[in-house]
């Protein structure tokens, strides 16, 4: 399970620092330049670039159609970003501090939420049957959408680009689908708690440096393990 976890996190950074130049033009009002909301947009991204490609019969539903959209992916944020790169370089020197925390964060919770899902990785109750057998077909799907599992013959009726992101990831780091949906789950609780620290990060008022950090942490702390009134 931990060599998933760290395939996992390694394809999210790729795909994360592929990214970043289009995320750098874009959001340059914002104090991390959308750093922390990289990861998150690396993984829609490039996942719709799958969907696309896919659907348009331009890839093929597979690991060598995965690695094709992390390329496309590449290219079109290498484009965005062209005339810049030595301001992006420069940038990320001058806020390694705030790099490395959102890193360090996102690493934590990412990491922090797989092993506990390693302890307690069944897939019953409530929908997750449900979403695994929906995850099994986005796979095993030569074109989307995705056949139904239980209609032979039939596309699924149902919105489903959550589970081409998933199989997305899943492709890339070749781990098995039971194991790609636990590690999902915990993709999205690092996401969350990076997401939320970013918001606040960004907030008026709230000054650069270690302070500006600390006080970040209230987004995911709130969000994420506080929620409602109960969890004080």
């Not at 976890?5 to 394809?11: G, L, P």
């Not at 069944?122 to 056949?147: C, D, V, Y």
């Not at 000054?207 to 995911?220: I, S, Y």
Request: aromatic share 12%; proline share 6%.
């Amino acid at each position: 399970m931990m060599a998933a976890i760290v395939a996992w996190w390694v394809a999210s950074s790729v795909v994360g620092a592929a990214v970043f130049p289009l995320v750098w033009r874009v959001f340059d009002r914002l104090p991390d330049r959308g750093y922390g909301l990289s990861r998150s947009f690396g993984i829609l991204l490039g996942g719709y670039l799958m969907w696309l490609c896919v659907s348009l019969g331009l890839l093929r539903n597979n690991p060598g159609g995965a690695l094709a959209a992390v390329l496309l992916l590449g290219v079109g944020s290498g484009l965005a970003g062209r005339g810049h790169f030595r301001q992006i370089g420069e940038w990320l020197r001058t806020n390694a501090g705030t790099v490395l925390g959102m890193e360090a964060l996102f690493f934590a919770t990412f990491v922090g939420w797989g092993v506990v899902r390693a302890y307690n990785p069944g897939i019953g109750a409530t929908e997750k049957p449900m979403e695994l057998a929906f995850l099994n077909a986005t796979l095993r799907s030569p074109h989307f959408p995705p056949q139904d599992p239980w209609l032979a013959g039939n596309a699924i009726s149902y919105y489903y680009l959550g589970y081409v992101l998933v199989a997305w990831m899943t492709w890339l780091t070749s781990v098995p689908a039971g194991v790609a949906f636990n590690l999902a789950n915990a993709t999205w609780f690092g996401l969350v708690a990076l997401g939320s620290y970013s918001v606040v990060f960004h907030l008026p008022g709230l000054r650069h440096g270690a302070r500006r950090r600390l006080a970040a942490l209230l987004g995911p702390v709130m969000g994420l393990l506080v929620g409602k009134p109960t969890g004080v």
